[in-house]
Structures are given as structure tokens and as C-alpha cells.
């Protein structure tokens, strides 16, 4: 894969890593942002989610924040920030609504656990993050790293998600009698939902639904604002600056998601730029193979029979990794794939990541 | 602790909860999997219960999605029975309503206008609640008097998530003072907090999973719950330990056992070698980390071939014995 194209290329403004849990993910979206600033003489900015504590401290990230700051090991102009959820959100908040609408918000019960554990709040703040970071228009490419979601999808669907709940039938619902000035949250709605409304309240309770009902009626003066985001962030997606960069490992588990998810992106319309297939295990003397290590093994004595059982155990485990990767590569051909081989010692430092650019790029 | 004599006491005592978590990629599926085998040895019957919907069970064992139902899904060869269920937490509501407020159609209406989906999502520790409430079910059903389940293994979702996820208590206080839905998270909360729960961490000797495993023992043992193991997956085996390899003494090994002994090959080998041996290091550096989180440690074989059912059979095995 040309990752180096895609990192010099001017038109692509958004680079976006996205997989499974626990495949390098925040490492090689550093990497890339490394290797695009000094290489490529780019001014970068990577927004990481969730980085290993020395990963982060390496590029200078100490304190969630939410504010980009300079990498000061690297050459050439590289900006780091890590996502801080609830303050992004609160930002959205504030930006769509006066101080005084914004305080009640803040102090309801019903907001503070949607904007600390909303499922898929963490992925709508990311994009958010981003539609913030393309609009100020300060830098020449954004590289994001996705949130460790459940699913790889979490953070596609979390607009949309957002955006089917602030339209659903429940919310209106229950917005109807605020909109109509009534003070019993279930008073004004038709028969039909007169069952619904016993029921809800049966097993809510009244001090419930009142939160409730004024956390509503408080978000009601942003639904537009909120849709309108969730929108654009869908739209900046499929743009022709974004390019997406599947990462995975080896692994069924992994593999299996980069397959569902390039399906996905081939189905949204999205720009699948690659794969990048991390900690792939490289055999250094093909010569011998495992079969031949392995009887060889039996013969001899410590260390070379260690030495040929490791050796065995390598080979057995490329030849499997093969076959996981060959399942991705089987069903998306036409999708270049790059790999970056396991490393003995996990990364942290910038040279590191310099050595893991070298690799993929 | 696990105590296979607990287990044995029959109907009077609740079934054990085992609460598998770990980091993304270390393998807590597996895991589960291999527990729910082992404490299924001896004739005895376990549930092993997923959440999220990534139907990881039914991958790991090659099978159809399973249903939201719980189906026999392996067998031990001493007649023991693995059953699995994969809980969504939608289903659970329905189930959960039907149940404690013979809703039967309001319920389906509450389907139909999204309130299930709504409910869940403005409130998620509400999910939380649903998933965990299923799970408590099954760890105290009986029929005819006996439990239905030796043990209940949940594979529960990765360390990022679980203090949150088993805190059901603290989440739903917020929003629900009184009420049954305070009830039931009550419920809920006291079976995690007591001896009859055990969260078990999965880890790999790797530096970020090492360090979400000790984050998450310091969380949960904040919240009161009772942690149990801290499992190591894929360990290597202790091979080239101290030994120092020179290219001349690999070069003569391998002419004598008839292999190639090209200069690229003898190299090729050597890097092999310091390479595992770096890994070594590493990894008894992040052992020894680990041991000071104060929990008993259970550390399990890398299977360089993948996991199959033969696999899954050794990690119980191991596991058994740990117990």
C-alpha cells in the first residue's frame, strides 16, 4: 500500500484508524502522524482516544485536556490531543444553547450519565472532535484514532444513532406536553400511547419521568443543532479528503471485524483507503521449516533444541496468521494491504514510532 | 477464590458467578470458555453468558449465532454441560417486564414506539442493569429444588468498561431513587458484592494489558467486588533462559542434525532467539508487575496453532487445577 502517498497527498485532509481492540491502533495513527509531519513536512494533528500511559507521556500528553499540543521529540510540526468526552460534549451543549439553559442541562441527572456513558457518546464526541478540528482550518491533515468500541462500527453509527433518537417517536412523546405547556409529562398524549404512558410510569416512577421530562424539554432547543452535527460529521465521512485505514492483527477475532467493516464502508459510501495488519510474526530462517525444527528439536540438546523449538513454534504461527489474513485479502482483493511485524518490546518513544512508519510506509 | 468444594454442595448454595474481563485481544473469550469447561468437569452443568452481541461463543465453537436462548453448546467427557446464552439486553427488558408486570402486549408496544430502545439509551446503566439482572437470574434459577447451574460464566465486557458495567448500583442510583428499577439493581449489586462473585482479569505480558489489569483490580476492589484471578494468556514457555547464542556453536547444532546451515539461516535463527529472548525479559518485567497487584496468578500456554476444541480442553485442564 502507498501510505506514504496518501500521507503527502494534499487533497486528503482526514485520516481516520479505525478496528478492533487491543491491534495497535493509537500506535500506528502516531506513527502515521509522525511520519506525515516529518516526512511529508505536514502540518499534523492526531487525536488519540485512549493511549497507553507511556505512549502518551512520549508525546508530551500528560493531561486530558482536549487541546492539541506540540510533540516536542518530533521534527517538522506534530500536534497530539487526547479526547476528553464529557467536556466535548459539554461544548456542544454551550455552543447550541445560552448559559442559563446550559446550567440546568448540566445539572440534570439524565445528561450527567448520557454524557459520561451514552453508548457511543465517546465515538459522537470523536467525530465531533473532528468537525471541530477541520473547521478552525489550522491544519494540513487530522489523524484520528477511533475509540476502543464494542464493535468497530460503534463510532459510524453514532451519528446516526444520535440522530434516530433525537427524531424518535418516544422523545416526541414525551416532549408533547412540555411543547404544549402541560405540566403532567403523559396529560396530553393520544390513546394510543395512554398504555405506553401507564406502563413507563408504573416502572419509572414520577421523580423519574420529571427528570426526565425536563431533560427533554431542556435538549429540545438543540435537536436542530444536534441532527444538523450529526449530519455534517456523516458527510465529512464520506468526503473525498477522508481516507479510512482499516488496522488489525492476525487474529480471527480482529480479521473478522476488518472484514465487516470494510464491507460496511464499501456500503456507506466511505474511502477505504487500506489495511494495516500489525504485530505479524516474521520467520527469519525459512530454510528450515517448523516439521524439520521440530524432530530436529528431539535430537538435540538446550539450546539449540530451544532455539529450534522457537523457531517451530514461529513458523506454525506465521503459516496460521497467513491463512486469518488470507480470509480478509479472499474477500476484499481490490483493498491494499500494509504489515508491520510483532515487536519484541512494546513502543514508546518517538523513535520508535519513526521505526514503525518505516515499516508500514 | 474458586472452590470446586463449594460447588459440590448442591441446591442449597447459589451457584458461583465467574466474571471473565480483560483488555480487547487478550483472549477473555477463550477464556471464558476454557473456565466454563473446566467447572463443568465432573458432570456438572455451566452457563457461560455473553453481552455485547459480538456472538464470540458461537464463533469460538463454530456454530450458528446463537439465539437468545441458552443451548448446549459442548460437553465435558465425564458428563459435564456447557450451556451458552447470548443476552440482548432488548430481549432482557421484554422478558424482564412480562415477567414482573404481566405486560404481555404493552410490552410489545413499548417495543414498537422504540421505548426499549430509547430507555436504554438515555439511561445505559439501565442496559447494565438488564444484562447483569439476566445473568443474576440465571445464577439463582432452580428447578425442583436444585440449581439449575453449577456456575455461571460471564464473559463480561473488556477492563475499559467493567467497573462501570458491574457498578449497576451507582449508575441507576442516579436517575432512580425508589422504584423497581432500584430494586433490582439493589438485587443485582448485592450478588456482585458477595463471596458467591469472582471477577477474574485476563491479561497478555504486555505492557497496556498489564497495566488496564491492575487499573481495573484497583477499580473494582474500590467498588467492593471481589476479584478472583488474574490470568495470563498466551505465556511463553521459559526457552533459551540465560543461555547465550553465538552463530559458530548454532552453525556446528545445526550441521549435525542434517538442517541448513547457511550463513542466512544461522542468522536468521540467532535474531529468532535474542528476539524471544527480549520478549522474555519483557515479560518477566511485566510479571513481576503483575504480582504486585496482590491477586493469585493463573498463567496459560500460548497455543502457537490456534485455538481449537483440543485447546480449549488443555486451558480447562489448567485451569481445573488452578482452582
Aim: proline content about 5%.
Amino acid at each position: 500500500m502507498d501510505l506514504d502517498g496518501i500521507l503527502s497527498d494534499p487533497a486528503i485532509r482526514t485520516v481516520v484508524c479505525c478496528g478492533a481492540g487491543g491491534v495497535g491502533k493509537t500506535t500506528t495513527a502516531a506513527a502515521l502522524a509522525l511520519r506525515a509531519a516529518e516526512k511529508h513536512g505536514r502540518r499534523t494533528v492526531v487525536l488519540t482516544i485512549d493511549p497507553a500511559r507511556r505512549l502518551a507521556q512520549s508525546l508530551g500528553l500528560t493531561e486530558l485536556d482536549n487541546v492539541p499540543r506540540k510533540v516536542s521529540g518530533a521534527s517538522g510540526e506534530l500536534h497530539a490531543m487526547m479526547l476528553d468526552m464529557k467536556r466535548t460534549f459539554d461544548e456542544v451543549v454551550l455552543t447550541h444553547t445560552d448559559p442559563k439553559r446550559a446550567e440546568e442541562i448540566f445539572a440534570n441527572p439524565f445528561y450527567q450519565a448520557m454524557s459520561s456513558t451514552f453508548a457511543g457518546t465517546q465515538e459522537y464526541m470523536a467525530m465531533e472532535k473532528l468537525g471541530q478540528l477541520r473547521a478552525r482550518d489550522e491544519w494540513d491533515l487530522i489523524i484520528v484514532d477511533t475509540p476502543p468500541s464494542r464493535s468497530a462500527l460503534d463510532f459510524l453509527d453514532a451519528p446516526a444513532r444520535l440522530g434516530r433518537f433525537l427524531d424518535g417517536r418516544m422523545l416526541r412523546m414525551l416532549l408533547a406536553p412540555a411543547r404544549a405547556g402541560g405540566r403532567s409529562v403523559f396529560s396530553l398524549v393520544s390513546a394510543s400511547f395512554s398504555i405506553v404512558g401507564k406502563t413507563v410510569t408504573k416502572i419509572l416512577g414520577t421523580q423519574l419521568l420529571a427528570d426526565l421530562s425536563g431533560f427533554v424539554s431542556a435538549l429540545d432547543s438543540m435537536f436542530g443543532g444536534f441532527r444538523e452535527r450529526a449530519e455534517q460529521t456523516y458527510r465529512v465521512l464520506q468526503d473525498r479528503e477522508t481516507a479510512f485505514l482499516l488496522v488489525a492483527a492476525p487474529e480471527p477475532d480482529a480479521i473478522r471485524e476488518a472484514a465487516y467493516f470494510a464491507g460496511r464502508l464499501a456500503a456507506d459510501r466511505m474511502p477505504l483507503a487500506g489495511l494495516v495488519l500489525n504485530r505479524v510474526t516474521t520467520v527469519s530462517a525459512p530454510a528450515i521449516g517448523s516439521a524439520g525444527a521440530r524432530a530436529a528439536a528431539d535430537e538435540t540438546s538446550a539450546p539449540l533444541s530451544d532455539l529450534l523449538l522457537i523457531h517451530a513454534e514461529l513458523a506454525e504461527q506465521a503459516e496460521r496468521q497467513a491463512e486469518v489474513a488470507s480470509r480478509f485479502s479472499t474477500e476484499f482483493p481490490e483493498v491494499p494491504v500494509a504489515t508491520a511485524a510483532a515487536q519484541p518490546a512494546d513502543i514508546h518513544d518517538i523513535d520508535g514510532l519513526r521505526r514503525i512508519g518505516d515499516e508500514i510506509c | 477464590m474458586w472452590n470446586v468444594a463449594d460447588n459440590k454442595r448442591g441446591a442449597g448454595w447459589p451457584a458461583r458467578l465467574h466474571v471473565v474481563t480483560g483488555k480487547g485481544g487478550t483472549g477473555k473469550t477463550t477464556v471464558a470458555a476454557a473456565l466454563a469447561i473446566a467447572l463443568a468437569t465432573g458432570g456438572r452443568r455451566t452457563l457461560l453468558v455473553e453481552v455485547e452481541g459480538r456472538q464470540g461463543v458461537a464463533q469460538l465453537f463454530g456454530l450458528a449465532p446463537l439465539p437468545y436462548e441458552e443451548r448446549r453448546v459442548t460437553g465435558t467427557a465425564d458428563g459435564g454441560e456447557v450451556r451458552a446464552l447470548a443476552v440482548d439486553a432488548e430481549e432482557a427488558l421484554l422478558e424482564y417486564l412480562d415477567l414482573f408486570y404481566k405486560l404481555g402486549m404493552a410490552g410489545r408496544a413499548l417495543q414498537k414506539v422504540g421505548a426499549v430502545d430509547f430507555a436504554t439509551t438515555i439511561a445505559p446503566g439501565l442496559r447494565d442493569v438488564l444484562l447483569t439482572g439476566k445473568v443474576k437470574e440465571a445464577v439463582s434459577r432452580t428447578k425442583d429444588g436444585r440449581r439449575v447451574y453449577d456456575a455461571v460464566v460471564l464473559d463480561a465486557p473488556p477492563t475499559g468498561r467493567i467497573g462501570r458495567f458491574l457498578n449497576v448500583t451507582a449508575e441507576t442510583a442516579r436517575l432512580a431513587k425508589v422504584g423497581p428499577i432500584k430494586t433490582q439493581s439493589d438485587g443485582v449489586a448485592a450478588i456482585l458484592r458477595s463471596p458467591m462473585t469472582s471477577v477474574h482479569v485476563v491479561t497478555l505480558l504486555e505492557e497496556m494489558p498489564v497495566q488496564e489489569t491492575a487499573d481495573a483490580v484497583a477499580e473494582l476492589s474500590g467498588l467492593g467486588i471481589p476479584i478472583g484471578r488474574v490470568i495470563v494468556n498466551a505465556s511463553r514457555a521459559p526457552r533459551l533462559v540465560g543461555a547465550k547464542l553465538t552463530p559458530a556453536e548454532v552453525r556446528r547444532g545445526l550441521k549435525e542434525a542434517g538442517l541448513p546451515e547457511d550463513r542466512e539461516t544461522v542468522a536468521g535463527l540467532v535474531a529468532e532467539g535474542r528476539a524471544y529472548q527480549t520478549r522474555l525479559e519483557v515479560e518477566s518485567t511485566l510479571r513481576a508487575e503483575l504480582g504486585e497487584i496482590g491477586r493469585p496468578v493463573v498463567e496459560l500456554p500460548a497455543l502457537p496453532g490456534g485455538m481449537d476444541r483440543a485447546g480449549l480442553d488443555r486451558l480447562a485442564e489448567i485451569l481445573l487445577k488452578a482452582l
